[in-house]
């Protein structure tokens, strides 16, 4: 998008004044938006953008500016406003000389959206509407949406690198509300990743809408769940909503070194059950987290955060790797260049285990058993956690027993992650939009059939 002669002087001026590295992001996207409500189609949104961003850090700080004028004397403007904050006594003139690579990971695209018509989409969107609102009458609210986005991005930096990528996302979800007199619930269904259209081939919008409605009705004829401790079984259908809250921000880097998580300080130390082993992995095909490279132009690779209990490894950006004098581990992600780059999780998961995951539910005779967790809330100093489940059944003699409606898991993550006592072999991922400082980020999360003996359970209903 702009020649490697300009860029090269944009990197010099921005160092003009010192510093000990600078960067730029170019993005150019273009993205489309269906959503569908009240049995009609609402929205249907189509856009293109296109900017940078650069940036330089000095005395281990960020300073950053964007603009969606790619002309050089622009940008070159924002590169001396930029170097204009940087106090350096005798600045050592750069002298560049950039390298171009490319990223030795590929992710093909089967199906292009940008070769697809805005007609077909709608389509797609019409057909979840239909399926949805078909399964039952006390189905009274859809909702779908849709959203392709193409991203093609170009980074350069002053160790002479220069690198491309495109990245194709693809997000759809539907969400249904069902009543019956008084009671009203909801059910909730989402699919996404780095890929394109090939997706509804693999998983039909039929069949995510009516997950998503039979979710609804099972909840609308659920009883109140019960409260107090007892056994939580979290199947791997659930997602990795725990693992991703609980522990997945605790070891962002910037979290732990300003002493804001419960990890901090503590590489090399037990913070979980031997049999946990945490993993957070870039490079899977099809997943919402992937990327060949990360938004500094370092190459996306799989780390090991914990390892049967011991913490390995914290998630690294390009700063916050200089402030503990290692390396990146490829986790420096931001939402478009009009935000800087901070460490970011990508796919993360617990590894499986041994266990068959209907044992675990024989060797259980009274607990809950949560198929799909919903929102919740992690405080990463202390690791206290509040997690709603949207979908949760109670465990009687060892068997898979009644529905049950709002229940919620109160606990600490580091003292769930020691307790758990049981690993399936299976693993299932769900897929989000990851929130942090005011950006977010598209992220997938996993984990087997986990058991943990004893949590707190919130609920209406009296004890099992």
Not at 84 to 108: D, G, H, I, M
Not at 151 to 176: G, H, K, P, W, Y
Not at 287 to 314: N, Q
Not at 358 to 377: C, H, P, S, Y
Request: hydrophobic share 35%; proline share 6%; glycine share 10%.
């Amino acid at each position: 998008m702009i020649p490697p002669e300009s860029i090269t002087k944009i990197l010099q001026k921005a160092l003009s004044s010192g510093g000990a590295f600078a960067d730029i992001f170019i993005e150019r996207s273009s993205s489309t938006t269906i959503h569908c409500e009240d049995d009609k189609i609402e929205k249907v949104i189509g856009g293109t953008d296109q900017g940078a961003g650069i940036r330089i850090i000095y005395n281990l700080k960020t300073i950053y500016g964007y603009t969606n004028d790619l002309r050089e004397p622009s940008l070159l403007e924002l590169a001396g406003a930029l170097s204009s904050a940087v106090k350096e006594e005798n600045p050592r003139e750069q002298t560049l000389s950039l390298t171009r690579r490319w990223p030795s990971l590929s992710f093909p695209i089967l199906e292009p959206p940008t070769n697809v018509g805005t007609a077909a989409k709608v389509k797609v969107v019409e057909r979840a509407n239909k399926a949805a609102r078909q399964i039952d009458p006390r189905i009274r609210q859809v909702k779908v949406s849709y959203r392709d986005r193409l991203r093609e991005v170009t980074m350069a930096n002053s160790e002479d690198l220069l690198c491309e990528d495109q990245r194709t996302e693809i997000l759809f979800l539907v969400q249904v509300v069902a009543a019956d007199g008084q009671i009203i619930q909801t059910g909730y269904e989402p699919i996404g990743g780095f890929q394109g259209l090939e997706i509804f081939s693999e998983e039909p919008p039929e069949a995510v809408a009516q997950r998503a409605a039979r979710r609804a009705l099972t909840m609308l004829e659920a009883h109140p769940a019960p409260a107090g401790r007892m056994t939580v079984i979290l199947s791997s259908q659930a997602g990795g909503t725990m693992i991703h809250e609980a522990i997945g921000h605790g070891l962002e880097a910037d979290l732990a070194q300003e002493g804001l998580s419960v990890y901090s300080r503590r590489l090399g130390e037990r913070i979980a059950s031997p049999l946990i082993t945490v993993i957070d992995d870039a490079t899977l095909p099809k997943k919402r987290g992937s990327f060949a490279i990360d938004d500094e132009g370092i190459e996306a690779e799989r780390t090991v955060l914990v390892e049967e209990g011991i913490l390995k490894s914290y998630l690294y950006d390009r700063l916050s790797a200089m402030k503990d004098s290692t390396r990146s581990t490829g986790n420096g992600r931001r939402e478009s260049y009009q935000h800087k780059p901070i460490p970011r999780m990508t796919n993360t998961f617990i590894c499986p285990g041994e266990s068959d995951p209907e044992a675990i539910i024989r060797a259980t005779d009274k607990g809950l058993l949560v198929k799909k967790m919903g929102g919740g809330q992690v405080n990463t100093v202390n690791g206290d956690f509040v997690f709603e489940v949207s979908e949760g059944y109670l465990i009687e003699g060892g068997a898979i027993g009644p529905a049950v409606r709002g229940a919620t898991l109160i606990g600490n993550g580091p003292r769930i992650l020691q307790e758990i006592d049981m690993v399936g072999s299976d693993l299932g991922f769900g897929i989000g939009t990851c929130g942090k400082d005011g950006q977010g980020v598209p992220v997938s999360d996993a984990q087997p059939t986990l058991r943990i003996p004893e949590i707190v359970v919130g609920g209406q209903g009296s004890r099992p």
